[in-house]
């Protein structure tokens, strides 16, 4: 007996229904996120109606999604993505499931490529989803993922939604393009059909077939990475007598956490001949790439100014305001440590600065050299007003009826000032 994962979406009751005809013991699992007020709810109810009519166990579940996302410092896409696996893994435990199904199509698989494309993951990224893995859950890591519809594209879902005369609900948010997967979907996938309107099942073989490549060069990695790498460190000389080095280099590094501006770095460091370090940077007893500057501590000029209702908060590039009345102590320059969090503007949850500098891909030279904003007068110092140069602390940002404001520039003191 399976558990289909069903949103009361087009794509998800297709695949419900297509489950239902295909006349295997199957249950429903539905997640309620409240992020949509009544059209949420509404969901809820339609799911709960097909069910019904058909006679199939429905498990629903409601999540207050912002506040977990506030609470872990994440997006509300990840909160809502590591709450639902978590708790289809715990039903199929509970319930004896033997696997989750979800309604992810080629579509779904064409904006994952696009997405890992430009976040630069390698072919390990450019291999999309496959149709039979695991719960991303590290608890349920056992319980298998199918996807019955990857290779299914949207303009099919939309004729067996037809034929089968399925009920299915709109999400709204799919319209508005403030998330990347929209863009790609409402923005730059019109294009791409002009061009080949069946550009989804090409890409869908070409990840395919990426996949074998990747197979083979993840075999060839394992067989040779034993020879070079011994945990601390790379024998660059044999290294470079593989025929791919350049490959196995990337690997490991990427292994260690290393972004690709570093690992672009480390390559050319190896290709030179140069042992260790060059241009300020060296590889470190950890295997890992740094680079030593002489970045002493950081330093902030703040200036005061009066403020005008109706004036643009737009302020030049490097330069930061905030509205003054909310600073409760000094504004104090410092690096960032661990536990520094903040709401950046725009947002509504908390997000740990690691997590903030990971989304925007900053390297290791980057976040070293980040330079945080402290207010002296909070209680907990690990509230961040503002990342200099960046963006500021959504509690700190001038409003209508700010008048006074506080600019924040920022220069960095050398190891002799």
Not at 309 to 317: K, L, N
Request: aromatic share 8%; net charge negative.
């Amino acid at each position: 007996m399976v558990l289909v994962a069903v949103s009361g979406g087009r794509d998800s009751m297709v695949l419900a229904e297509k489950v239902r005809r295909e006349g295997g013991p199957f249950a429903l699992a539905h997640c309620n996120f409240r992020l949509r007020g009544a059209d949420s709810d509404a969901d809820e109810a339609l799911v709960r109606e097909w069910a019904a009519r058909y006679g199939v166990t429905c498990h629903v579940v409601a999540f207050d999604t912002e506040a977990v996302a506030a609470e872990e410092g994440i997006s509300i896409e990840m909160a809502a993505r590591r709450l639902r696996y978590c708790w289809f893994g715990r039903l199929c435990r509970e319930n004896g499931y033997e696997a989750v199904l979800t309604a992810h199509h080629a579509g779904d698989n064409a904006e994952t490529f696009f997405l890992n494309l430009l976040r630069g993951s390698g072919i390990k990224g450019l291999c999309g989803m496959q149709e039979d893995g695991f719960l991303p859950d590290p608890d349920y890591a056992d319980i298998p993922l199918r996807r019955p519809l990857l290779h299914t594209t949207r303009a099919e879902i939309d004729s067996l939604a037809a034929a089968w005369n399925v009920p299915w609900r709109e999400d709204r948010t799919n319209a508005e393009n403030t998330m990347k997967r929209n863009k790609l979907r409402n923005q730059v996938f019109p294009v791409l059909r002009e061009i080949n309107p069946s550009f989804e099942e090409t890409l869908a073989d070409d990840m395919d077939r990426l996949r074998l490549v990747e197979h083979i060069a993840d075999n060839y990695f394992r067989e040779n990475v034993g020879l070079v790498w011994d945990g601390r460190r790379v024998d660059t000389t044999l290294l470079k007598t593989l025929p791919g080095w350049e490959y196995i280099l990337y690997r490991i590094l990427e292994g260690e956490g290393m972004e690709p501006p570093l690992i672009a770095q480390a390559t050319d460091i190896v290709r030179s001949g140069q042992s260790g370090r060059r241009a300020g940077t060296f590889i470190s007893a950890t295997g890992r790439l740094v680079r030593e500057e002489a970045v002493g501590a950081p330093v902030i000029q703040v200036t005061e100014e009066p403020w005008e209702s109706g004036r643009s908060p737009m302020m030049p590039d490097g330069v930061l305001a905030v509205d003054a009345d909310k600073v409760h102590g000094d504004l104090v320059a410092d690096r960032w440590t661990a536990g520094d969090w903040m709401r950046p503007l725009g947002m509504r949850g908390r997000k740990k600065l690691q997590d903030w500098f990971k989304d925007r891909h900053f390297s290791l030279v980057d976040k070293k050299r980040a330079v945080v904003v402290r207010d002296s007068g909070l209680a907990d110092l690990h509230h961040v007003v503002a990342v200099a140069g960046h963006t500021v602390d959504e509690a700190y940002k001038i409003t209508a009826s700010t008048r006074r404001i506080l600019r924040i520039e920022t220069a960095t003191a050398g190891p002799n000032q």
